[in-house]
């Protein structure tokens, strides 16, 4: 899957200019990422590289369900996927820094691990990826991810990308 999301990386890396206007504009557009994550992954299973992928996908967890942002189908192995946008510049005077995103409030990330460790599937491997604008001080970071429960690893370095954006990607499998 690293080989896929390094391929949405350079994806992404050619729609900078969105991610910039979104940044001056202080905007969280999970919504937008999600789309072209969409476009992305047909493109992909157009060409054979994935078998098949799905959006919201409800699983049961007990007598609840969850709904995941996405599920890839590669290589016979359930790729569950969440998604977050996360606007840290606070350039429109709204309270969204990288501190905002390590709670639990609704548009937090840890909701995201939690949900995601619920889940207990055969042949299926966890995903977490962030879409962080601007990147975050490394400084800022490696003590803001401190939170993150034993069992995910972080797949992405900050220091491969460039100040507008950065993408984390963790993994539970």
Known sequence: MMEIFRAMIEYF???????????????RVEGWFKGELLVFFDRLKKQGIIQDYSREKLI??????????FEIKSKDIANLIEIKAMPIAKKKGTPRDLGFYFTENNNGILNDFTKLESINMQNANKWIICFI???PAKKE?????????????????????????????????
């Open 133 to 135: 604008y601007p990147k």
């Open 141 to 173: 970071w490696e003590e803001k991810i401190k939170v993150i429960n034993k069992g995910w690893t972080l797949r992405t370095n900050l220091e491969e990308f460039q100040d507008d954006y950065y993408v984390a990607i963790w993994e539970n499998a």
């Open 60 to 69: 049961r967890v007990g007598e609840t369900r969850r709904q995941i942002d």
């Open 13 to 27: 890396n050619n729609k900078v200019d969105y991610i910039n206007v979104f940044d001056r504009n202080d905007v």
